[in-house]
């Protein structure tokens, strides 16, 4: 018998086809010149599928071309605007006191007799600093595929977030509780500098709280869109960060695997070890993240890290602690030797793998097969999920 979460493996999602329909149309917004100016036939087509109500097959490939239209324009207004680079600095001056508060925080850090690549680790990992980090050390975590740790993501916000709910939430003040803890999370992505990645899993958490008020489905396809179409909005042109699409590759792919957890077994045995459904987690995700963002990792950088499952079971939870324990050395400096520990015995063990031989691949695809390399993937993943028993 199939288990039920894998009856729907996309759910019901209707905000992905918008989500691609924008991107889309930034993609044209960019490349192709429009001499017609694109508000007044936004317009147009809006009135149509305002119109087109009693025909819901027209209507909903109407509102398809509203959004292609809505992302060529947001992109072409975007690429005309002379004041992108003003608003940047506007919006870094909003951020000046939240980045002293940041710099503080690093020289605390640095007074307590963290130094070197301790430092340097500990930085990027709790407060998005990599000025610190040395070309060989970015090349090991590279090598090894833990480059994403030393980026700010959904890893860290996640971390914080279920630190955050463990001392604030109540049932009685749930409401008062969310919303402490996402202003609390937004206050932390103002206070690392608003990275793409970070910005995104900032989103995700906000949507996530409120939905877990009313007790919805809280992390899905439809959450992941919301994200993007939100982001594109106010910054079409981030599309073609390669932050951008590498946070939103992994993401994707690892909310659809996310049915992967329960298993592709029966729901009357289901995974009841805590430590070995927290293993089987950790192979899901790091499996699905590196599905997602390894052909766009070639692409751009032109390796792959065949290590990247067990190097995952070192990172995730050394991330962990090393976020605990910074934590805690800001608040006591006590516990200092055991974070320059966790993060030294971190840098030693990602060392060594690197030295492995084949620890990294070098590759280098065209975009055309990259593409392919997503619709096989996809393909599989259907397939996957349509068939019938185990």
């Not at 975590?141 to 980026?151: D, F, K, P, R, W």
């Not at 206070?191 to 989103?203: D, E, N, Q, W, Y």
């Amino acid at each position: 018998m199939m288990c039920k979460p894998f009856s729907k493996p996309f759910g019901e999602a209707p905000l992905l086809p918008l989500a691609i329909s924008l991107m889309a149309g930034i993609v044209v917004g960019k490349y192709l010149s429009i001499s017609i100016p694109l508000w007044p036939l936004l317009a147009v087509v809006l009135l149509l599928a305002l119109l087109l109500r009693r025909w819901p097959m027209w209507q909903s490939g109407m509102i398809v071309v509203c959004f292609v239209v809505l992302g060529a324009f947001l992109m072409q207004r975007d690429l005309a605007s002379s004041s992108h680079e003003s608003e940047w600095s506007r919006m870094a001056q909003s951020r000046r006191w939240f980045l002293q508060q940041r710099t503080l925080l690093l020289e605390r850090l640095s007074e307590q007799g963290l130094d070197g690549d301790t430092y340097a680790i500990v930085a990027a990992m709790t407060l998005g600093d990599k000025s610190e980090l040395t070309k060989d050390l970015r090349d090991t975590y590279a090598m090894t595929g833990a480059s994403h740790v030393l980026a700010l993501s959904g890893l860290h916000l996640g971390i914080i977030y279920t630190l955050l709910s463990l001392i604030v939430v109540r049932r009685r003040w749930q409401v008062f509780s969310q919303l402490l803890i996402v202003l609390a999370i937004w206050a932390f992505v103002f206070l690392v500098g608003m990275s793409t990645s970070v910005v995104r899993a900032a989103i995700m958490l906000s949507v996530y709280a409120l939905l877990s008020l009313g007790h919805r489905d809280k992390m899905s396809v439809n959450t992941i869109a919301f994200t993007a179409m939100v982001m594109l909005v106010f910054m079409p042109s981030s599309l073609f960060d390669v932050g951008f699409q590498l946070s939103f590759a992994s993401v994707f792919f690892i909310i659809l695997c996310l049915p992967f957890i329960d298993g592709p077994w029966p729901q009357d045995a289901p995974l009841t070890n805590p430590i070995a459904k927290w293993g089987w987690s950790i192979i899901v995700v790091s499996c699905a993240a590196q599905l997602g963002s390894a052909p766009l990792v070639a692409y751009y950088f032109g390796r792959f890290s065949p290590w990247f499952l067990p190097v995952s079971f070192i990172v995730i939870p050394a991330a962990t602690l090393i976020l605990w324990f910074s934590l805690l050395v800001l608040l006591i400096p006590s516990f200092t030797p055991a974070l320059v520990w966790v993060a030294s015995t971190l840098n030693r063990i990602l060392s060594r793998i690197a030295s492995v031989p084949g620890a990294s691949l070098d590759l280098h695809p065209s975009l055309l097969q990259i593409v392919m390399v997503y619709v096989i993937i996809l393909a599989v993943y259907l397939i996957i999920f349509r068939r019938k028993g185990w």
